[in-house]
């Protein structure tokens, strides 16, 4: 599977906005504005979890630094649990990405990632760096390494990682375009340390008409030949507005495509997106499932993001995000449901097994994924429908092909219907 695209999932009641200009500084860049407003809206290259997230603006040493606080409600209270603090430079292109999680009342430095840019601000390469609090030292664990074409279209993304003092491959993915500039080939693989080569992982053709997306197959590789997994198909208007998405898998075992989505859009006058209504194929006929709602202000501003599921009783609020929009700001987000699933891994950290606990409250479709530092699926361990118990699952430090995992941090993701849950262990030898 590719990074997931969706790197949080929080429920929202209210989001408020507070002025800190007066915290900024003579030392700010002279495209300070335009910066913020580039970034404001840009989601984090790591997953975390938090009731609550406080996102704001600052300047240290004539740079843009955004700072994205989350936190829990525990016995009453907002408690610290991690904070992600971006570094921009004057061109506004980030450098830097580092995190921080609150350990017995102070911020302690966790993960480090550095970028270096080319003229036009795509990264060339990054690299990932983990803290030692033994020695109080930063340690070289991973690198990513961009490849670009004449026409500056990323062909191939390399990941490696530090092992016995030297860069071991890792994965990579080679990406392929029309003459258009349009991505018509994606394939990732996978290195095999023991026979020393690359292996294909899984594959994505993606088909235009008149540049327009139409189709989106991803396969995997098993057992020395491509398998069909998921199907996406797009419909437009006549203006090039896309109308509806349907999506189909290929089951285990089936023989033919599968519906699984189909989504419908609605615009406004001005042609911005305002419902996504989605329907889940279920026993043979299309089945009511979620209902997207966005609103805008008159400058075309988007000010609220509502989120309705279709339960037994009809239609039920779920999530609600609101927007206030400015220069800089600070917005708030609160979970409106209990979505508390009780997730924990013990022994945290693990050198052999460890068991992964977790709370079902409703009969719903149950994920328990393992992902590493960068976003990428390592492992599915459950993915099935539970009944309302408490149960536990192990994971022994193995990817989906049952090969050992790197030491390092992981996140353990559980999805449990409408609730998802994310926390973060450590696996060493």
């Not at 292109?93 to 995190?99: A, K, S």
């Not at 979970?335 to 460890?354: A, E, K, M, V, W």
């Not at 992964?356 to 599915?380: A, Q, Y």
Request: some cysteine.
């Amino acid at each position: 599977m590719k990074s997931f695209t969706k790197i949080l999932i929080v429920l929202f009641l209210a989001a408020i906005a507070t002025n800190v200009m007066a915290n900024l500084t003579e030392k700010l860049p002279e495209k300070w504005e335009e910066i913020v407003k580039n970034v404001i809206n840009k989601e984090n290259p790591l997953i975390n979890s938090g009731d609550k997230i406080l996102k704001t603006f600052t300047e240290k040493n004539g740079y843009v630094v955004l700072e994205v606080l989350y936190m829990n409600w525990e016995d009453e209270n907002w408690v610290n649990d991690s904070k992600h603090v971006y570094t921009y430079d004057e061109n506004g292109y980030m450098f830097e990405f580092c995190m921080q999680s609150w350990t017995e009342g102070i911020w302690v430095d966790y993960i480090k990632i550095t970028y270096t840019n080319n003229s036009s601000g795509k990264p060339i390469e990054s690299l990932l760096y983990i803290w030692n609090p033994a020695n109080e030292l930063w340690v070289l664990t991973g690198k990513y390494i961009f490849t670009y074409d004449v026409n500056e279209f990323l062909i191939e993304q390399l990941m490696q990682v530090w092992l016995e003092e030297q860069w071991i491959d890792s994965d990579k993915w080679l990406f392929t375009y029309d003459g258009n500039g349009n991505l018509i080939e994606e394939l990732e693989l996978d290195w095999d340390y023991i026979g020393e080569i690359w292996e294909n992982f899984d594959i994505h053709y993606y088909t235009y008409v008149d540049d327009l997306l139409m189709e989106d197959l991803k396969q995997m590789w098993e057992e020395g030949a491509w398998v069909n997994d998921i199907n996406t198909f797009w419909t437009y208007d006549g203006e090039g507005h896309a109308t509806e998405r349907l999506t189909k898998a290929w089951p285990f075992g089936a023989t033919a495509w599968e519906n699984f989505l189909h989504n419908t859009f609605t615009y406004n006058a001005n042609w911005q997106e305002i419902e996504d209504f989605v329907e889940k194929w279920e026993s043979g006929v299309w089945t009511n499932h979620e209902i997207h709602y966005k609103t805008y202000d008159a400058n075309g501003m988007i000010i609220e993001k509502l989120v309705q599921v279709f339960e037994a009783k009809g239609w039920v609020n779920c999530e609600k995000q609101l927007y206030t929009n400015g220069l800089v700001g600070i917005s708030e987000y609160y979970l409106t449901r209990n979505s508390n699933l009780n997730l924990i891994s013990f022994p945290n950290p693990f050198s052999s097994t460890t068991s992964i606990s977790f709370d079902v409250f409703e009969n719903s479709p149950v994920r328990l994924e393992i992902f590493d530092l960068m976003g990428k699926l390592v492992k599915t361990i459950v993915n099935i429908e539970l009944s309302p118990d408490s149960y536990s699952f192990n994971w022994d430090g193995t990817n989906d092909n049952n090969r050992a995992v790197q030491n390092g941090i992981y996140f353990y993701k559980l999805s449990a219907g409408k609730f998802t849950q994310t926390k973060r262990l450590t696996f060493i030898k």
